[in-house]
């Protein structure tokens, strides 16, 4: 398959305390890569250095073989690999159609334009709703974001974020905060859309790690602590140790 995203040596230190200590990683293209590790493990650093949000210390980031090490999001996003929640923000008060119609419009890089008319956006409708069906929301199509269940708003996310056809999503803790059926419904969908995308999380239900999952890292101080699938990691004893010792 080949590799779509690849870390090697990333390093970041904030005023010389090092947050992440030569992550060497690599996300097989078409598969679900979790990033895991107890609190203070680096995880969160590590998604940002890997969508952009920060700048290593040290270490080179390469996406489809290109170095992406110095580009911005925006840049990255433009080759097909997106952080959920990154250019797509939700308007609690547009319909569910309405979101999706406006992340097609920043897609093709037109001016974001409420004050649009009506006929002028409903050239997006047939597109939008492919995406809002893919994610689960038709029958709320015509629903303000703001009437949503949670779940159901971070799906409606997810359908912004499918707008910009990415090739690669980096979802961060998509199961936050929700309530079992939703983490039932969300753990349906992203198994759905990464048929044919690569996907990375950072997650920390590890129930849903263990079912969603091709291949797992586990951090623990900023350093790796073990790779492989969940049988394999969750029986090593330094990870256990780890999350035992948080
Ligand atoms: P996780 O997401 O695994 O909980 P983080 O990446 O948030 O871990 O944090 C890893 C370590 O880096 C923690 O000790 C945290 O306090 C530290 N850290 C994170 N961001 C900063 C920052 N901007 N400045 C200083 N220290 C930071």
Redesign the pocket.
Known sequence: MGVALEAVGLTKE??G?V??NDVSLAVEKGTIHALI????????????LLTKFLQPTRGKITYEGRDITRMAPAEIARLGMVRSFQISAVFPDLTVLQNVRIALQRRRGESFDFWRSEKTLARYDDEARGHVAEVGLSEFEGHRAAELSYGRKRALEIATTLALEPEMLLLDEPMAGMAEADVARISALIRRIAKDRTILM?EHNLSVVADLSDRITV?AR?EILAEGDYATISKAPEVIEAYIGA
Do not use: D, M, Q, Y
């Not at 590790?37 to 940002?48: E, I, L, V």
């Open positions: 904030f005023k305390f947050a992440v590790g107890p609190n203070g493990a680096g995880k969160t650093t590590c998604f940002n950072v951090l900023g």
